[in-house]
């Protein structure tokens, strides 16, 4: 994780989301770095909006 939102529950379901993701098409080999891939993908929670 790059960076945790500092509330647990949040940063929780942000990891669940990439979870719920998978399978995720293998990366381009010319993209690895020893077998791995560093993607950061910001997510945003709107805890204002009524839902």
Do not use: K, T
């Amino acid at each position: 994780m790059a960076a945790g939102s500092g509330i647990l529950s949040l940063d929780r379901e942000a990891l669940a989301v990439l979870r719920r993701a998978q399978p995720l098409p293998a990366p381009p080999l010319e993209r690895l770095s020893d077998g791995q891939i560093r993607i950061v993908l910001p997510i945003h929670f709107d805890l204002n909006q009524a839902g």
